[in-house]
Each structure stands twice: as structure tokens, then as C-alpha cells.
């Protein structure tokens, strides 16, 4: 690889780890960043503070050598505990026991650890160093120091865009080739709440799960976090009839809307009316980018070439695998633009399925959740699953619990839906019984349908 020197602009959670995994190949590392450190200030400002860890990323942390340090921060959550609006909840597991979980994580604290996993390796790292655009032309960039307002050219040869869904890298590369970017607006915005741990320092609820509660259209979400706290999420359309953040406009509206459609969460949340003034409306939506490299003198990872919506909880475990998918194919290269150009084979069209499989979980936890109909396929699913545990896998199981290609997971969930509404349509119970199920029939549509999967 004839060059060394590499800037990684963005030293959030993807450009934090590539930058520890290429440092320690001997590469020149250099990773400017906009804001404070984390390790040194509270840069939270509202926004996503909270983050749900699956296995794909833990694989990358595996392959850093930190998955013990970061579990260490984290709290196991085994599935949804939905909240009905009579206060009435059930627990709905994510996997088949313990062995299949996800772990809730605060973004600065996991920001924290891998900056340090980064400067272990060698990486230096500059806070505060915003860049304002790059000339690859020229090789140069323009990095302003963002307490002085002081500019600076430096010399630019080969960046990496670690920067997020605003991302300068992208912006850069898309002057100089058509990157064929398109934004798609979910057309719901979010608002970061809390419930604070309770006066003895305890969970005031469930501490092992991810809380939701369901309205049809909108939801709220709580994720614990180590010291006792739930971040809360309040997702809400941004314009219409009530509610909708349009209609929810003030703390009295806040707090009207929790009593009359979240009541069990009121008591658990003494500063509901501070938080919602204080924190902002945050934007949801998935941008689509065609071409995520510039030759062998750009790449975008994570956020900054696939934005998606939250609503899978893999935004941050398909950068992490992005990561390690670039370190992997560093192995034997001959230059960048192999690898760059190799990197986007391989894993555009996976950003491209959990980018669409995002939005459709969202649809599924704010309306299907608590419906009968979902329920009992979900029956159906997990005894197909127990049945022919090599051919029928659920969705959920391979995209989380598994490494399975998310192009693949969504294809095959696809099929699996198939033969779930297929075998249902012949009882309209509300509830399953698998008794009813003509076993026979199913195995005959699971072996000709799915092939076993490794």
C-alpha cells in the first residue's frame, strides 16, 4: 500500500475504531474531529445517548480486543417488554434465552473506550478540528479550529469519512463524481427523555429490557443504562393532527400526551416537562449513496455512506462491521482503490437491506407489537425455528444474533413470511396452537423453500 498517511475525519464510534485497527497496522493515523473529546467533556446535547450492541459489533470489538471492556459498560436486554395502554405489559424475547440478547450501551462512554482503543495504537487524534471541505484535486483540506475560528490548509492524500450522516467527505466526493445521493424522509423526528434511577439508586422498572410502548403511528422507548437510568425516546410524526410534534408543542402538551397515552411512564419520569424543553426535535430518514469512494483517495464508512433510521438497532453494528470488513481486506492489497472499490461490493447492497429492514421494524414496534395477528406469527416463527433450526432462522435471529449477509436476511426473511402466512391462513384463531399445525405440510415448505444455513 504505497500510502501511509491517512486522515480519518470523524473521531466518533466508526472512525474512533478503524482508526485503533489501522493504526495498529503501522499506518499514520491522524483523526480530526469537530468536537470535544468525550473522555473530557459532556458532548451528549441530546441526542442518541443510547445505543443497542449486537453481535456484528461485537464481533468487531472481538477483533479489537475491547468486547470485555465495553460489556462491562453495558446492560443486557433479553427482548421488549411492550406496555399496553392499561398499564398491562408482557415481556417479548428477542432470542431463545439468555444466549441471544443485545446489550444497551451510552454513546460517549462507548466513544470513550474506543478513542482510548485508537491512541493505544498509535492513532493521534486532534478535538475540536472541523473540516470544512477537501480539494482532492489539490490534496488539500481546510480544518478550522473550532475555539479560535483559525483556518488551516493541510496536505490531504487519503481521507476516510467517519463523519456522519452530514458528512464533509461526502459532500466533497460528490463534487467531484455524481455519488447519485438521495435523502428519504421518514417523516417522524424523536425527542430524548429520561426516567433517573430511583432514590435508593436502583431500576425504578425492569432493568433487563428494552421498554416500549406502542400507540399505533407513535411509540416511546426506554433503554437502561448502567447506573440506573432508562434513556427515553419519544418518537412522534413531525407534522398533522395530534400528536405529532406540530401538536406537541409546549411541556403542558408534553406532559397531556403522557397522561392520556403513556400513563404507567408519568410517575417514573419527575423531570418529563424539563427534558422535553430542553432537548431538541431530532430528524429521522435514510440517505441513499450510489458511490461511497473516490479512486484511492476517499472512503466513507458508517453513517457517512449509509444513514439509516434506528429503528433496528443496527446503525452502529453495520458501521462496526464496516470496520472490520476494511481491516480484513487490507490483507494482501495492492492499493486503496482495491480495497475501496472491493469495500463497496461488498457491502453496499448489505447497507442498502438493513437500511429498508430499518424502516419496516419501525412500522412493526410502534403498530404490530401488541396485535394478535403478530403475535401469533411470531408463535409460529419461533416453533418453525425450534423445528428446523437449520433452514429456518427468524429475521430478527440473523440479523442480530448472527453475522448472516443483511442482504441475505432480508431475502430469506422474505420467504419465511411466506410460509408463515401460508401455514396461518388455515387457522384464524387469534391464538396459536401448534397442535393445529399440519407439521408435515410445514416441513415439505421449509426444505423446499430455504436451504440450510451455515
Excluded at 398491562?88 to 450501551?105: M, P
Excluded at 454513546?107 to 480539494?135: H, T, Y
Excluded at 400526551?257 to 408519568?266: I, K, R, S, W
Excluded at 406469527?377 to 425450534?386: F, I, P, T, V
Aim: proline residues 5%.
Amino acid at each position: 500500500m504505497r500510502e501511509n498517511s491517512i486522515h480519518i475525519i470523524g473521531g466518533g464510534l466508526a472512525g474512533a475504531l478503524v482508526a485503533g485497527f489501522l493504526a495498529r497496522r503501522g499506518f499514520n493515523i491522524t483523526v480530526f474531529e469537530r468536537r470535544a473529546d468525550v473522555r473530557r467533556a459532556d458532548v451528549g446535547g441530546g441526542r442518541s445517548i443510547n445505543l443497542a450492541l449486537a453481535e456484528r459489533g461485537l464481533n468487531a470489538l472481538r477483533r479489537a480486543g475491547i468486547e470485555g471492556e465495553v460489556l462491562a459498560n453495558a446492560v443486557m436486554m433479553r427482548g421488549r417488554r411492550v406496555h399496553a395502554r392499561d398499564g398491562s405489559t408482557r415481556l417479548l424475547r428477542y432470542g431463545r434465552d439468555d444466549s441471544e440478547v443485545i446489550w444497551s450501551i451510552n454513546r460517549s462512554r462507548l466513544n470513550a473506550l474506543l478513542l482510548d482503543f485508537a491512541e493505544s495504537g498509535g492513532a493521534k487524534l486532534l478535538f475540536g478540528k472541523g473540516v470544512q471541505s477537501i480539494d482532492f484535486a489539490r490534496r488539500i483540506m481546510r480544518v478550522v479550529d473550532e475555539a479560535s475560528g483559525v483556518e488551516t490548509s493541510l496536505p490531504c492524500s487519503l481521507a476516510l469519512g467517519c463523519d456522519g450522516a452530514g458528512s464533509t467527505v461526502r459532500a466533497a466526493i460528490g463534487r467531484e463524481i455524481d455519488i447519485e445521493e438521495r435523502f428519504e424522509p421518514l417523516g417522524h423526528g424523536y425527542k430524548e427523555l429520561e426516567i433517573p434511577p430511583a432514590p435508593d439508586g436502583g431500576f425504578r422498572i425492569e432493568r433487563n429490557a428494552l421498554h416500549i410502548w406502542p400507540r399505533g403511528g407513535y411509540m416511546a422507548i426506554a433503554l437502561p443504562n448502567t447506573e440506573g437510568s432508562f434513556t427515553v425516546t419519544l418518537f412522534l410524526p413531525n407534522e398533522g393532527p395530534y400528536p405529532s410534534f406540530a401538536t406537541v408543542r409546549t411541556t403542558d402538551d408534553a406532559l397531556a400526551l403522557f397522561e392520556e397515552e403513556f400513563a404507567d411512564a408519568v410517575p417514573l419520569m419527575p423531570d418529563l416537562e424539563n427534558d422535553f424543553a430542553s432537548n431538541p426535535v431530532g430528524m429521522l430518514g435514510t440517505t441513499r449513496v450510489a458511490r461511497w469512494h473516490l479512486r484511492g483517495q476517499a472512503l466513507m464508512l458508517g453513517d457517512a455512506a449509509h444513514p439509516i433510521v434506528p429503528f433496528h438497532g443496527q446503525g452502529m453494528n453495520c458501521a462496526f462491521e464496516d470496520c472490520a470488513e476494511l481491516d480484513g481486506l487490507i490483507d494482501g492489497a495492492q492499493d486503496w482503490a482495491e480495497v475501496f472499490a472491493e469495500f463497496q461490493r461488498r457491502r453496499k447492497p448489505n447497507a442498502d437491506a438493513i437500511a429498508h429492514m430499518a424502516v419496516e421494524n419501525y412500522l412493526e414496534m410502534r403498530d404490530r407489537v401488541d396485535d394478535a395477528d403478530f403475535l401469533r406469527q411470531r408463535a409460529l416463527e419461533h416453533a418453525l425455528a425450534e423445528r428446523f433450526p437449520e433452514r429456518f432462522i427468524p429475521r430478527y435471529a440473523m440479523v442480530t444474533f448472527r453475522r448472516v449477509p443483511y442482504a441475505t436476511a432480508l431475502a430469506r426473511g422474505r420467504v419465511q413470511s411466506g410460509i408463515l402466512q401460508e401455514l396461518l391462513a388455515t387457522h384464524p384463531d387469534s391464538e396459536f396452537d401448534p397442535t393445529r399445525i399440519d407439521w408435515a405440510d410445514a416441513r415439505a415448505l421449509v426444505e423446499a423453500r430455504l436451504t440450510p444455513l451455515d
